[in-house]
């Protein structure tokens, strides 16, 4: 009876209702970056975040290389076993870096060079074109493609036309009004969910999530695939350490 019992609880909660958690490990570049030498390991940390049950590695190389460098790529590639989520403006040079290492996914954002971090998403109308031939050059690598925009209809809809497999909902603004309104925080991103369901395109989110507003977003964005996390997230490391930061972070989106 009671393995009768198991058994039906695991067919009523199906692996498909957590969202996968990638870790953005930019951070962690970051302060390797500020000094010469390779302290902390940004290889060991990939791992380490797979090991504590992260389920992707996420990685934004900027063309300045403040962060990942380009050069840490081919290492990464190698090394990741799980999900490995390359994201960035697909100018030249990180297309041709794209194409040659193939990973899992590419997440499309239109930050300009000199930007802080990435802070809205793609018009995908007035791109559409420029995005459809990007889409296409990836897929032929079998390269899954998520297209980072707003919660806004129009852009939802302008990713599924330019043959995008995902969209990526730019959190920022979520995460700044959550916690005075999280339902008006939360609505646009509920209702371009269920858009993105309708229409058959997958959901990944991502920007300034955290442990107070990611529960909260998991539960009101239906089918929600994946988040990626780094300012929080290894912020939050510093305190509690990364093993049990990310299963703070995993216990949130399950
Ligand atoms: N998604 C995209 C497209 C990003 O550019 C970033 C920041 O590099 C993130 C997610 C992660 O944001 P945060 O570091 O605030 O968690």
């Known amino acids: 009876m009671l393995y009768f019992a198991e058994r039906y609880y695991c067919f009523t909660i199906p692996p498909s209702t957590m969202a996968r958690l990638s ?3 930019n951070k962690i570049a970051l302060i390797r970056n500020s000094r010469k030498g390779n302290l902390p390991d940004l290889l ?10 992260a389920q992707g590695i996420t990685v934004h190389p900027r063309p300045d290389e403040r962060h990942v460098r380009y050069s840490d790529i081919p290492l990464l590639k190698k090394a990741v076993t ?6 960035g403006n697909p100018v ?3 297309m041709e870096l794209v194409l040659q290492y193939a990973p ?3 997440t499309l954002v239109p930050d300009a060079p000199g930007v802080l971090t990435s802070d809205q998403g793609w018009d995908t109308l007035k791109h559409r074109t420029f ?4 889409v296409a050059r990836l897929h032929e690598k079998d390269i899954r493609v998520s297209v980072f925009v707003d919660a806004e209809e129009r852009h939802v809809e302008g990713a599924k036309a330019v043959g995008a497999d995902r969209i990526e909902f730019y959190t920022g603004n979520y995460a700044a009004l959550f916690p005075d309104n999280p339902a008006q925080a939360v609505e646009p991103h509920a209702r371009c969910a269920r858009l993105a369901n309708n229409i058959g395109v997958g959901i990944n989110a991502g920007h300034d999530l955290n442990l107070d507003n990611l529960r909260f977003y998991k539960e009101q964005v239906e089918g929600l695939l994946e988040v990626s996390i780094g300012h929080a997230l290894i912020s939050d490391a510093l305190y509690f350490g990364l093993q049990n930061t990310i299963q703070m972070y995993l216990r949130l989106l399950r």
């Open 23 to 25: 870790v953005n490990i």
């Open 104 to 106: 899992t996914q590419c």
């Open 131 to 134: 995005l459809t031939d990007v």
């Open 82 to 87: 799980t999900e490995f989520n390359i994201e």
């Open 44 to 53: 060991q940390a990939a791992l380490d975040c797979e090991a504590f049950g």
């Open 92 to 94: 030249e040079q990180f």
